[in-house]
């Protein structure tokens, strides 16, 4: 085994203890240094410092007289100190250590007046959308954004410890991997000057990649090569989307995890995929309790001001725990639109889409019916109608659906898209002619069905949506550090 020298220790900045680590042990005078931002200070005496490992605050004791107005007039909401001192059994109720403080040393001053997140009137999520640079310092988002660590972490340990490759796919492409269009484009040509060719369309030979170029929506196609020679990869990172979708589930910018896997089929991929989601949720939940009870508590208060019917019946770590321990529903697409068409909402009119029949796409009203009235769990959709799915899916015998599949969350809707790839040439190259795919341009995602082509399949897991699903926070714009939406790009 490899051992390293440990450094010596000469006298260093940072010798502090955290606050979550300093919380597990048992005061007995130990002497220690703490490094955080003042949440409040009360009595010119008792300081609560948070320093972001932990939503509890250690109270910190400035002994009367011991320390000089001077001082005490800078110990502000949010100034940051670092505090040396001795922990003790705590007098008071609801702490159990307090830190008499030895020295206090402001590191940074903060102007109370002008701080914008003063406690006293508790500032709302589309308040702190506006102040997103500072909202890490909020409990909420303090236990959001260490959930969202826990769930990238449990993401990597899920597949690294299965022999995935993780891969890292091209963020500029000249490829539309969903073909639905919605793509940002990537040029330096000039807007006053820009080139064009003799038909009057601008000359992208004279771009810098001397091509038209995006940013990619999906690592799947560079995936599939992966794939087709390590056997499993995944993909983690930022995909971009520029559809005008102003809802609490769509961002322009989202991060995407994309497994692909060799010698797979529909049902392999489905198996995967509920496996992993389980294993990402019982990662927070062993890891991440103390937050996710935060935000389970948080969900309740925000629900209390909702009519009854609409509050969730079991609370965030109940729904949790109720995805664990029970299978998903898995049913094809025909079953589901039956089960649509029968229902009493649709003869009651209560859709805004009413179901029209077979082929039609699910509106995310419909998939929520069948999520949350109907199953009242997880539920995987399979086999859908070709019409309304990507080029690359594999054609079903029936020769009308696809081996594609769609996981439904409550309260989320579509978390994932996946499916089996078409991996017959011939098939997939008629496919592709019939979706105006242009083939040439495509040339080296079919040379992996022209050298030792598999059955293979993967699928696509919207990280946000799913840090949305585990802390039960309603709009998608609260689980990203900085979201980019229509008209909004602050930061
Ligand atoms: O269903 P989608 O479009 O599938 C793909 O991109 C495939 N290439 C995946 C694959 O098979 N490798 O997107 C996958 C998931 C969706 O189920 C959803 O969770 C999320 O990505 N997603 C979005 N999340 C936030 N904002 C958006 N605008 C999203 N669009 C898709
Ligand atoms: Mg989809």
Do not use: C
Not at 80 to 99: A, F, Y
Not at 337 to 349: A, P, R, T
Not at 427 to 442: F, G, N, S, T, V
């Amino acid at each position: 085994m490899l051992t390293f020298a440990p450094l010596k220790r000469r006298k260093m900045f940072n010798n502090r203890i955290k606050i979550k680590e300093l919380l597990a042990m048992e005061p007995a005078g130990q002497e220690v240094i703490v490094m955080g931002w003042v949440r409040s200070f009360r009595n010119n005496q008792f300081i609560a410092l948070n320093d972001g490992s932990t939503n509890n605050n250690i109270q910190v004791v400035a002994g009367l007289g011991q320390f000089g107005d001077e001082l005490l007039k800078r110990i502000t909401t949010s100034a940051s100190l670092k505090v040396t001192g001795t922990i003790v059994p705590s007098l008071g109720k609801g702490q159990k250590m307090d830190l008499n403080a030895t020295t206090i040393e402001i590191l940074g001053d903060s102007d109370a007046e002008k701080y914008p997140l003063q406690l006293k009137n508790r500032p709302t999520l589309e308040y702190l959308r506006e102040k997103a640079h500072l909202r890490f310092r909020t409990n909420t988002f303090g236990s959001v954004f260490r959930v969202r660590h826990a769930l990238a972490f449990a993401i990597h340990k899920f597949f690294n410890d299965k022999g995935f490759v993780y891969m890292h796919t091209p963020i500029i492409t000249g490829s539309d991997a969903e073909g639905a269009g919605e793509l940002f484009r990537v040029t330096t040509l000039p807007f006053d000057k820009t080139p064009r060719s003799e038909d009057g369309s601008v000359n992208f030979k004279e771009d810098f990649f001397g091509r038209a170029t995006n940013l990619t929506v999906s690592g799947q196609l560079e995936g599939e090569l992966g794939a087709t020679a390590f056997g499993d990869i995944y993909t983690f990172g930022p995909t971009f989307r520029a559809e005008n979708s102003n809802t609490t589930r769509h961002l322009a910018e989202f991060w995407m995890i994309e497994p692909e896997m060799a010698f797979y089929d529909l049902e392999d991929n489905m198996n995967l995929a509920e496996e992993f989601i389980k294993y990402i949720i019982k990662y927070a939940i062993d890891n991440n309790k103390e937050d996710l009870e935060f935000l389970a508590q948080r969900l309740a208060d925000e629900e209390k001001q909702l009519p009854q019917d609409k509050r969730s019946e079991m609370g965030l770590m109940g729904k949790l725990e109720f995805v664990l321990n029970n299978d998903f529903e898995r049913l094809t697409y025909t079953d589901a639109i039956d089960i649509l068409k029968e229902s009493n909402y649709n003869k009651k009119k209560k859709f805004q889409y009413g179901i029209t029949g077979w082929g039609m796409d699910l509106q995310s009203e419909h998939e929520r019916y069948l999520v949350e009235k109907h199953f009242k769990k997880p539920v995987i959709l399979y086999n859908y109608p070709g019409a309304i799915k990507a080029f690359y899916m594999r054609q079903n015998d029936d020769g009308k659906t696809v081996a594609a599949m769609d996981i439904l969350a409550p309260g989320i809707g579509e978390i994932v898209g996946g499916s089996q790839r078409e991996e017959r040439l011939d098939k997939l190259e008629a496919r592709m002619k019939e979706m105006h795919i242009p083939i040439e341009e495509m040339w080296w995602y079919l040379d992996t069905r022209r050298f030792g082509t598999v059955p293979h399949a993967g699928f696509g897991l919207g990280f946000e949506r799913m840090v949305q699903f585990v802390t039960g926070m309603t709009n998608i714009r609260d689980v990203i550090a900085f979201p980019r939406a229509p008209g909004s790009a602050e930061f």
